[in-house]
């Protein structure tokens, strides 16, 4: 591979101050597998630098690995609207989920949040939401690989946008009857959206995904599939 060759991991943003500081961290492993791959962040929605301005600056060629959990409007529309305005000789990845390296990397935070076996009778994945039917069946597929993964109910539910919203899951999952909910979080980073799961009502909620090394490895799969000859 060329020395010119440059992953741009492209995120939502946050104003969060702890939300970039996790992704650096999360790069910062993805650098590890990399060695001599410039890894650059960029945001598509609240703070900077933006991915037209990262892109802006390289010479050479470079590699955009969205990393968002679903692909709905940010990665179907900015994303691509923003290699295209800068002109530059980018591939663009898919999106991270719903792959397996992140439900499993969802399982593993959940079960470090508890200590009970199993995590709970059932669990609410939260996703951020959206507008865009195609997304929202990403994180059914990422809801059923979970309950594979867990051996309980997992429901999808939404932070913002789409239905079911997260307290209303937790609430229905209540009435049918289960005593233990936990909700798994499918957000990557703290945030606003991390902050409002704390009061919906579940008995355990687990942190985003952060730097976990199966999501690393994701990273960096989509890299070198995507520079290889």
Known sequence: MSDHDVLVAVAHGTRAPAGPVVL???????RE????????????DVIGPTLEEVLAELDGRAVVVPMFLASGYHVRVDVPAAVAATGAAVT????????????????????????????????VIAAAG?????????????????????GVEV??????????AVPDAVAGLRAAGHSRIAVASYLLAPGLFQERLASVGADVVAPPIGPHPLVADLIASRYLEAVAP
């Open 33 to 44: 597998r990399l060695p001599g791959v410039q890894v650059r962040i960029a945001y598509v």
């Open 155 to 164: 429901v999808p539910a939404y932070v913002t946008t789409a239905a079911p």
């Open 130 to 150: 959206s507008s865009d039917q195609a997304a929202l069946g990403e994180v059914a597929v990422a809801a059923g690989r979970l309950a594979a993964e867990l």
């Open 24 to 30: 650096e961290e999360l790069l910062d492993l993805v």
């Open 92 to 123: 663009v990845t898919p999106a991270l989920g719903p792959d397996p390296a992140v439900v499993a990397a969802v399982a593993s935070r959940l079960r470090a949040a508890t200590d009970a076996v199993p995590v709970a009778d059932a669990v």
